[in-house]
Structures are given as C-alpha cells and as structure tokens.
C-alpha cells in the first residue's frame, strides 16, 4: 500500500460562471472545503496512513499531479473548478485512467446528481416522489408551465445552498418570479429550476457503504422552531454558513431527528432506493421534504457532501456512535476493494 493522495480545490479556483463577480462569491462554503481536508488528514494520521494533501486549480493540472504521485488512493475533496460546475465531477474518471481508486463517487454519478433536474428525472423513473419542476436556461423567459405555487427557485447545478436566498421562495409568481429567476441567472450564470415549494418538514439522511451496501446513518430534522417570526423555512446560504444569521445556531437540526413510527420506517428504505437509482459510492446525503399529508419528495442527492465537522454528514456518524476515523477507515477499505484496475494512460 503506498498511501493516499488527498486532494482538494484551490480554494481560489471559485469561478463557476463566465461573469467575474462569481470568483470568490462563495468563500465561506469553499472555506469548506479545508476544513474536510484538515479532518479527514487528522483520520489519516491516526489510521497511520502514509498521505500527502494536493490541491488543483483545475483539471488540466491533474495529470501532471498523478504522474508524479506513488499513491495508489485518492480521496478525493473536489468541489468546484473553473469551466463549469460539472468540471469537478471528471476528477475520478481521471485519476482511475492513471490506475487510482478514487474515495467518494465516480465521474457517472456526479454528472447525474450535480444537475438537479437529471436526478429530479431519474428519481422519477425509479417511482420516487419530487417536487414537480422547470428549467429555466440562461437569458430564455419564463416557460408557459410552471408547477403550483408557492415555488422555489435554485441554481440547477450548484450546492452548499450556494445561490439560495430568502428570495428563493416565490408566494407570488407574478409579481415575484421574473425577479427570482434573473437573480440566479445573474449570480450563478446558469439556469434556473422552478419548483413547487414543499411546505413541511425537511430531512437529511446520510449513508455511508459498508461491505458493498448502503448504511443509513441517523435521520436529521432541520428544526424551524428556531427560525425567526417571518424567516422562510429554507436552509439558505446565510443561515448555513453566516454564524449568527440565526443566534447561537449554524444549520439547526436536530439528530438524531424524532420521526414517528411511519417515517422511521420508510426513510431508510428510501435513501437506500435513491442511493442504488442514482448510482452512489461510499457515502452520500439526501435531503428531503415532508409535505402536510407525510408524503416524502426528495430535493437533492449530495454524492462527495461536506466532510467538515460542524457539517450534517459529520453529525449524522457522531448520532450513529461512528468515529469520524472510523468512517475514513471503511472509505479506505472500499477504494482499496476497487484497485487493481490497468491504467488507460500510461504516460
């Protein structure tokens, strides 16, 4: 075993749209993204693994890091590179070209889950349950379809709730859309989605592979009832990542979440379905919303989601008893199950 190769993003690599004012807009959740890499290299010291951290600016940067490695593992931390937000999502393709494992999900799952409306289509074709929704490319009007109101309004292809505002949600298209829509075009440089927003609960179910199979961790509730009289019940991008937005809390959720017999029973089942339609590896998180009658529509899947303390993923093992090592132990022994693969690129 030669070790891992961690690898991460500059974080100055934080242009995701043609338009300059991007760059750096989402410093916070890319400071992210070094918290993951300082946790997960302190699991690595403590498993006594032999590892050094890499970051890349962009893919083209890639090759020349692999050639010049001896690890056979890469955990890979990539969330955004210059080019587009679906540039990240060909690091595993890459690094398994040169014969490395890769910890996290391949090229295939990314591409599908890191554009909202494909998982929104796939989960459809597998009978779970989403919230109805349109797109809305860059710069075309509003469709003549548009699902019940009220509506949500986000980035079809960005997460960390990058993009994501009070002003998301839309009580009023006609007086409101129009203005919702342009700001993510504006902000994001990339198509809007347009859904119906699901007034509920909202839930996040985390899982993590173990010997080959899908493990549902413990059910997180985002808990409202510590939001301000007035503030939308969206986990926006203020209210994630801003400490203070709401005092004392950062995300609030409550976790190990208090479900009621129905839903305990169904959510593991469910993340176990969403993970096998959508292809995941190694670990993932799903979040969902309960609408008022306690049908489930799941939002977004987060294959590669925040490995940084505070992040629900963290939460969700410390709920479940698992040390944080622990978790990067089983990564480790997935990736490992997976080499052996002859390298394409030989060069």
């Known amino acids: 075993m030669k070790g891992v190769l961690l690898l991460y993003n500059e974080p100055e690599a934080t242009a995701v749209s043609p338009m300059p004012a991007a760059a750096g807009a989402w410093a916070e959740s890319d400071a992210g993204v070094m918290h993951a890499l300082r946790q997960v290299g302190a699991a690595l010291d403590e498993l006594g693994e032999r590892w050094r951290a890499a970051g890349i600016s962009s893919l083209t940067g890639l090759p020349a890091l692999l050639r010049e490695s001896d690890a056979d593992l890469v955990f890979n931390l990539v969330e955004r590179l210059p080019g587009g937000s679906h540039v990240c999502a060909y ?45 809305v490319p860059v710069g075309a009007p509003l469709p003549a379809w548009l699902p019940d109101a009220p509506l949500f309004v986000k980035p079809l292809a960005m997460d960390g709730s990058e993009g994501i505002a009070p002003a998301s949600l839309v009580r009023d298209p006609a007086t409101q859309l129009a203005a919702a829509v342009a700001r993510v075009h504006g902000e994001c440089g990339q198509p809007a989605l347009v859904e119906s927003y699901i007034d509920g609960r909202e839930v996040n179910l985390a899982v993590m592979e173990v010997e080959g199979e899908p493990r549902p961790l413990p059910v997180a509730e985002i808990d409202f009832s510590l939001f301000p009289p007035g503030r939308a019940h969206v986990v926006d991008y203020d209210l994630k990542w801003h400490p203070g937005t ?102």
């Open 91 to 135: 690091v595993p393709a890459v690094c398994e070209a040169f014969g490395r494992a890769c910890v996290g999900g391949d090229t295939r799952a990314l591409l599908l889950t890191l554009d909202k409306a494909l998982t929104k289509a796939r989960l459809i074709e597998h009978g779970i349950g989403v919230a109805p929704g349109v797109v």
């Open 246 to 347: 709401i005092p004392g809390h950062l995300s609030p959720r409550k976790i190990p979440a208090v479900l009621g017999p129905g839903l305990n029973a169904q959510l593991p089942d469910l993340a176990r379905q969403v993970w096998h339609a959508c292809g995941c590896r190694d670990y993932a998180r799903i979040d969902c919303r309960v609408d008022r009658d306690g049908n489930v529509h799941v939002l977004e899947v987060n294959i590669n989601c925040d490995l940084s303390p505070l992040a629900g993923f963290s939460q969700a093992l410390e709920a479940a008893g698992i040390a944080f090592t622990r978790f990067v132990a089983q990564m480790l022994t997935n990736a490992r199950a997976r080499t052996g693969t002859r390298a394409l690129w030989q060069g």
